[in-house]
């Protein structure tokens, strides 16, 4: 078996000519946002492999040590390319407004802020599963020694809390950013290290993933308050009087 990467959560720009598309603009995001936690991915990764070749490989302690730091590093990375993102798509955007000849862009920051964290997370979470699942075809039986028999099942549902936490934290990291509520900002990179260091809980799968949902649902509300959110325009979404109610509030910013 090879190497694996311990430390994974667990985790070509396009200008289009006018006239401008919207379409375009939401594509180009995902793509890129992956291209910046491929990179954070690949230093922490590095880091991690140099320490590791330096140290004592016979110190068990040393070894946990260097473990629990390739996690810290790895989160405190992603997070600095997220914020070197933003700026990147702030940039992008004051172009694009000069492109398109416009008042107002056609796609807001909070629409690229979801975009983006979704090609973060589903990056994230292909990097996280990819090693499990090329595990799963054997040998081997998972629990033959008397571990838990949950492994896989616990595994995925880590992954789909990764992948919806990179797309809460990406709307209120970008919030934080445009309205300078560091605070916000700081909550996020916070809540990232604390859900990556509850993995080391495992194989105790309660201790981590019942922490990660909570976090998870406090995220949501977060990001969907942040949004523009509110009890009555949920309650005309779910009852469908009103499905475009999110479109019909969007001010461009």
């Avoid at 200008?15 to 379409?23: A, E, G």
């Amino acid at each position: 078996m090879g190497i694996k990467n311990p430390f994974i959560d667990g985790e070509v720009l396009s200008f289009t000519s006018p006239p401008f598309s919207p379409c375009d603009s939401l594509c180009a995001p995902p793509l890129l946002r992956a291209f910046f936690w491929l990179v954070s991915l690949l230093l922490a990764s590095l880091v991690w492999f140099i320490s590791v070749q330096i140290s004592n490989k016979d110190s068990a302690a040393q070894q946990k040590g260097l473990l629990i730091f390739g996690v810290v590093l790895s989160v405190l990375l992603q997070e600095t390319f997220r914020f070197a993102y933003y700026k990147l798509l702030k940039k992008a955007n004051e172009g694009l407004l000069t492109l398109s000849q416009e008042e107002t862009m056609p796609i807001s920051i909070r629409q690229l802020a979801y975009v983006s964290g979704l090609g973060f997370g589903f990056m994230s979470g292909a990097f996280s599963v990819v090693n499990i699942l090329a595990d799963s075809v054997g040998p081997g039986t998972i629990g033959i020694h008397g571990d838990s028999q949950h492994y896989f099942l616990s595994s995925a549902f880590m992954t789909m809390a990764i992948i919806l936490l990179h797309m809460f934290w990406g709307v209120i990291f970008f919030d934080g950013c445009e309205r300078q509520r560091w605070w916000a900002v700081a909550a996020v990179v916070v809540s990232h290290l604390v859900v990556s260091c509850l993995t080391f809980q495992n194989p105790q799968y309660v201790g981590s993933l019942v922490p990660t949902y909570v976090i998870l649902l406090a995220m949501a509300a977060w990001a969907f308050h942040t949004a523009g959110g509110s009890l009555r325009n949920l309650k005309l979404c779910l009852t469908c009087k009103d499905t475009d109610f999110l479109l019909a509030n969007h001010r461009p910013r």
